[in-house]
């Protein structure tokens, strides 16, 4: 097996670690070579979206956003999103590429970022209204 595709050879560890709390459904993640950890929160599994929720659960739909996770820790915000779900950068890795799917939409968003990784302006890069939903992005 090549040194490669065996992770006890790539990892420091096998052991999962916890790096955020108080995210409900988190999907990603993805690395940026800056040491940050851009990953989704969509509050709500995907069978439930665009469906209400039980009575007590209407803020489950608020926060559905991209976030990043820094080298020492901070997680912030980077763009709320409705639905998002894969993540992919640019070549130049400037432009985070986030795919928000819903019952209705299929949208890619462009998100381009500052060199700290703050979003500085966001558009829609492409729709689709093909089935199946897109789940992820590939670019390069």
């Known amino acids: ?12 560890t096998t052991e999962p670690e916890r790096l955020a709390t108080g995210f409900v459904f988190t999907e990603g993640p993805l690395w940026h070579p800056d040491g940050y950890w851009y990953f989704v929160d969509k509050r709500i599994p995907y069978q439930d979206r665009e469906i209400a929720g039980p009575p007590g659960t209407e803020n489950l739909w608020d ?6 996770l820094a080298p ?18 640019s070549p130049d890795e400037r432009t985070l590429y986030v795919v928000a799917n819903t019952r209705s939409s299929k949208d890619i968003h462009a998100i381009e970022l500052d060199a700290a990784g703050r979003m500085t302006r966001r558009r829609i ?16």
């Open 72 to 89: 020492e820790g901070t997680v912030s915000l980077v763009v709320n999103c409705e639905y998002p779900n894969g993540l992919a950068f």
């Open 63 to 68: 926060g559905a956003a991209v976030y990043r």
């Open 125 to 140: 890069s492409g729709r689709s209204s093909a089935a199946p939903t897109p789940r992820s992005t590939r670019c390069g």
């Open 1 to 12: 097996m090549a040194a490669a595709n065996y992770l006890p050879d790539v990892l420091e």
